[in-house]
């Protein structure tokens, strides 16, 4: 298995390409701050995943670069929240991408919490 057939991997990395997307209708002035930052913070939860899954043979690896996926899973979320206050994305957007986002996290907890499963020895 690779860590691309992970859940948490596939649903974090759709959950940065929506915010990708998104992200490109943000206003100009924004390029080197919150579009910049709210890419970085989505991307960098499937890439901890995917280091965590590598580093399954090492049980506290592994459990720390999952804290890290979920620590930038939440630092993604202020970022959406930012986004709706500047009415960058509308409550609707907003709320599905919020959705997203808690799902993410839940898969990542779950790994935190099973990590058995996950080959961790």
Not at 17 to 25: D, Q, R, W, Y
Not at 48 to 66: C, D, G, T, V, W
Request: net charge positive.
């Amino acid at each position: 298995m690779s860590f691309t057939d992970l859940l948490a991997f596939k649903k974090s990395f759709s959950l940065a390409m929506n915010i990708f997307e998104t992200s490109k209708s943000f206003p100009k002035e924004e390029k080197y701050s919150l579009t910049d930052q709210i890419r970085r913070s989505s991307r960098s939860v499937s890439a901890n995943i995917s280091e965590a899954y590598r580093k399954r043979q090492y049980p506290k690896h592994f459990s720390s670069k999952l804290s890290d996926a979920d620590a930038e899973n939440s630092e993604t979320l202020t970022w959406l929240l930012f986004a709706l206050k500047c009415n960058y994305v509308d409550q609707k957007l907003f709320d599905i991408l919020s959705l997203e986002n808690v799902e993410v996290g839940k898969l990542i907890n779950y790994m935190m919490n099973n990590p058995a499963k996950f080959g961790v020895k």
